[in-house]
């Protein structure tokens, strides 16, 4: 087969998505640089503070810009967090409280949160602080309107979790669209309960974002989407005001919340990500597509669809067997920067209970942005590939992954 002609014919069929991408680039990038005028970013937000960051200029700057592009009350934004799970987690202990109920209305959430909610049993976990928690399904890939408000009417659910990407699951990502209707059905029947989204993965994909359509905080990583592969590690909560203080008492001491957590010199490091963030994500869409667009040529299912709705970054292959799942990976880590020589296996790692194989030949570790490709070892045998922080960078990446899984097929004919 003929992988150049493959690749320019599917890049002719994806035209009309790429400009798309790129009417949304323009009006986020256009948010971003409105931010970063309003706010006054000059060189002195460049400079660190140590020990308790008292009177962090930067700090504070970054917290405003992510105020102004998420259209919320207040923000945290810290290197503290040390990845997406960690800045849920911290954000649902400081919202919960003992006997509280947390209700996921998207099913079962990703495999990392299991432990922290308790359905995988841990000490630390918010069950062993005698937090309930329950779990109401998807129905064809919306939310089971029905069902939440017949819950909502019976008891009184504190957190309202909603997680917009599909984590390892085989559903499709939540729609903004999706996200704004249900608000509107539980804010008109509990109005006191607190929506929280896991926006993971999905920011600057679409051209509004989670509080803008009623939820009352969303959490996210930035070494995905919004630190555009520079930011280092960190994570942020956007949301209303009196919930970001609780969630900052948590991460922090109360008392002292949003007031101390040093910045350390990496105030222009998150600048730089949030300000190129909305080019990269446009980047990784346009992988995403064609990966999509070629893969289905392929004989493979794929989602979404390269002319489908786009709601993340992610992009699921079905391979139906282990072999092609593994040798996919492997192909993207041989078209990586980093570690291409590194030879990709399958293996146990925290927070998963079935082994996993991962492609991420990264300059951050794990960073979801940069082109990369994992999925747990178990059937229907799905690939999650998400980022690339070029396209042309990406498009070799994938180039590198279908020519591997041709060959390694071509082997064992």
């Known amino acids: 087969m003929d992988i150049d002609s493959l690749f320019l014919d599917c890049e002719n069929d994806v035209r009309e998505q790429f400009l798309k991408v790129d009417a949304i680039k323009r009006k986020n990038s256009c948010k971003v640089l409105e931010a970063f005028i309003k706010e006054g970013v000059s060189d002195s937000c460049f400079n660190q503070t140590t020990g308790y960051g008292y009177d962090d200029l930067g700090r504070e700057v970054i917290e405003k810009i992510f105020c102004d592009i998420f259209k919320s009350e207040d923000a945290l934004v810290r290197s503290q967090f040390i990845s997406g799970t960690h800045a849920l987690t911290v954000t649902l202990f400081g919202l919960l409280r003992p006997n509280d109920l947390l209700l996921s209305i998207t099913g079962r959430p990703y495999d990392t949160l299991h432990e922290v909610i308790g359905i995988v049993d841990n000490p630390s976990s918010l069950k062993s602080f005698n937090v309930k928690y329950d779990e109401i399904d998807l129905v064809d890939n919306d939310f089971d309107y029905e069902e939440i408000e017949k819950y909502l009417k019976e008891r009184f659910v504190k957190v309202v979790h909603i997680q917009r990407s599909k984590g390892y699951s085989t559903r499709e990502s939540i729609a903004i669209s999706k996200v704004e209707k249900v608000c509107k059905l539980i804010k008109k029947i509990s109005p006191d309960s607190i929506i929280m989204v896991d926006n993971c993965y999905c920011e600057f994909v679409?051209?509004?974002?989670?509080?803008?359509?009623?939820?009352?905080?969303?959490?996210?990583?930035?070494?995905?989407?919004?630190?555009?592969?520079?930011?280092?590690?960190?994570?942020?909560?956007?949301?209303?005001?009196?919930?970001?203080?609780?969630?900052?008492?948590?991460?922090?001491?109360?008392?002292?919340?949003?007031?101390?957590?040093?910045?350390?010199?990496?105030?222009?490091?998150?600048?730089?990500?949030?300000?190129?963030?909305?080019?990269?994500?446009?980047?990784?869409?346009?992988?995403?597509?064609?990966?999509?667009?070629?893969?289905?040529?392929?004989?493979?299912?794929?989602?979404?669809?390269?002319?489908?709705?786009?709601?993340?970054?992610?992009?699921?292959?079905?391979?139906?067997?282990?072999?092609?799942?593994?040798?996919?990976?492997?192909?993207?880590?041989?078209?990586?920067?980093?570690?291409?020589?590194?030879?990709?296996?399958?293996?146990?790692?925290?927070?998963?209970?079935?082994?996993?194989?991962?492609?991420?030949?990264?300059?951050?570790?794990?960073?979801?942005?940069?082109?990369?490709?994992?999925?747990?070892?178990?059937?229907?045998?799905?690939?999650?590939?998400?980022?690339?922080?070029?396209?042309?960078?990406?498009?070799?990446?994938?180039?590198?992954?279908?020519?591997?899984?041709?060959?390694?097929?071509?082997?064992?004919?």
């Open 206 to 413: 679409s051209e509004v974002e989670p509080i803008e359509v009623g939820c009352d905080v969303a959490v996210g990583s930035l070494i995905k989407n919004l630190g555009a592969g520079i930011a280092p590690n960190g994570g942020y909560v956007v949301g209303r005001k009196d919930l970001i203080n609780l969630v900052a008492e948590r991460l922090t001491a109360p008392g002292e919340g949003k007031e101390v957590g040093p910045t350390l010199g990496i105030n222009k490091s998150f600048l730089q990500g949030i300000y190129f963030a909305p080019l990269v994500v446009s980047e990784a869409l346009k992988i995403a597509i064609l990966t999509s667009r070629v893969m289905e040529r392929l004989g493979y299912k794929v989602s979404p669809r390269y002319d489908e709705e786009r709601v993340d970054i992610v992009q699921n292959i079905i391979f139906g067997n282990r072999n092609d799942l593994i040798n996919y990976c492997r192909g993207i880590q041989s078209g990586s920067a980093i570690d291409s020589k590194a030879l990709v296996l399958e293996s146990d790692m925290p927070g998963y209970k079935d082994k996993i194989v991962m492609a991420s030949g990264s300059f951050i570790q794990g960073s979801s942005i940069e082109l990369s490709c994992d999925g747990p070892v178990r059937t229907p045998y799905i690939a999650y590939q998400q980022g690339g922080l070029s396209y042309e960078y990406g498009r070799y990446g994938v180039m590198k992954a279908v020519n591997y899984l041709l060959d390694k097929k071509d082997c064992k004919n």
